[in-house]
């Protein structure tokens, strides 16, 4: 059996679910400043064992996140090709870091008032990008180990504090075969 909410807390949800039934969603302005996250096209050597032998995608990744990393070399991409594309499923290895402010402040949202901690870098209305997510590749296993490493100590103190992060999350290769 469950705990059986207080008044106050009922009071609260209540307060708000009113305030956020009551919340106008404000009309976008035509010709309004829109943030612009330009793609590249870059080529990903593929790492996975199952994969053949010298196999490359062209995918697109972020221009201000490769940017942020150091650039196409610190990454080991290289410039588009004639690659194809990723088959899908495909997830290629990245490396993401969230930049966060120094002092993370209590605000309230929009629609329902309720308070929340913001720990991103900027203010709410500053349009500042603060996630960064880019692909990651080498030749081997170790080549990447030692990418990732130096990128990580080259961007620690660039991450704004405690609760900044960066963290690698590895390629994900599907293999599917048909019955044909």
Same mark, same amino acid.
């Given at each position: 059996?469950?705990?059986? $909410?207080? @008044? &106050?807390? *009922?009071?609260?949800?209540?307060?708000?679910?009113? /305030?956020?039934?009551?919340? +106008?969603?404000?009309? =976008?302005?035509?010709?309004?400043?829109?943030?612009?996250?330009?793609?590249?096209?870059?080529?990903?050597?593929?790492?996975?064992?199952?994969?053949?032998?010298?196999?490359?995608?062209?995918?697109?990744?972020?221009?201000?996140?490769?940017?942020?990393?150091?650039?196409?070399?610190?990454?080991?991409?290289?410039?588009?090709?004639?690659?194809?594309?990723?088959?899908?499923?495909? $997830?290629? @290895? &990245?490396? *993401?870091?969230?930049?966060?402010?120094?002092?993370? /402040?209590?605000?309230?949202? +929009?629609?329902?008032? =309720?308070?929340?901690?913001?720990?991103?870098?900027?203010?709410?209305?500053?349009?500042?990008?603060?996630?960064?997510?880019?692909?990651?590749?080498?030749?081997?296993?170790?080549?990447?180990?030692?990418?990732?490493?130096?990128?990580?100590?080259?961007?620690?103190?660039?991450?704004?504090?405690?609760?900044?992060?960066?963290?690698?999350?590895?390629?994900?290769?599907?293999?599917?075969?048909?019955?044909?």
């Amino acid at each position: 059996m469950g705990r059986r $909410k207080s @008044a &106050r807390q *009922l009071e609260e949800q209540l307060k708000y679910a009113k /305030a956020r039934e009551a919340y +106008k969603r404000p009309l =976008r302005e035509e010709g309004a400043v829109t943030q612009r996250q330009p793609k590249i096209a870059v080529k990903y050597a593929v790492l996975s064992t199952l994969a053949q032998a010298d196999e490359a995608f062209t995918i697109q990744a972020s221009k201000k996140s490769i940017e942020f990393f150091g650039g196409n070399a610190a990454l080991g991409l290289a410039a588009e090709g004639t690659d194809p594309k990723a088959s899908k499923g495909f $997830k290629p @290895a &990245r490396i *993401l870091a969230m930049v966060s402010d120094s002092s993370p /402040a209590v605000i309230r949202a +929009k629609g329902s008032n =309720r308070p929340y901690i913001r720990y991103g870098a900027g203010n709410i209305n500053s349009g500042a990008q603060y996630n960064y997510t880019a692909p990651i590749t080498a030749d081997t296993p170790a080549n990447l180990k030692g990418k990732v490493t130096g990128i990580v100590t080259a961007k620690k103190g660039s991450l704004g504090g405690a609760y900044g992060r960066i963290w690698f999350e590895p390629e994900d290769y599907p293999f599917t075969a048909s019955g044909e």
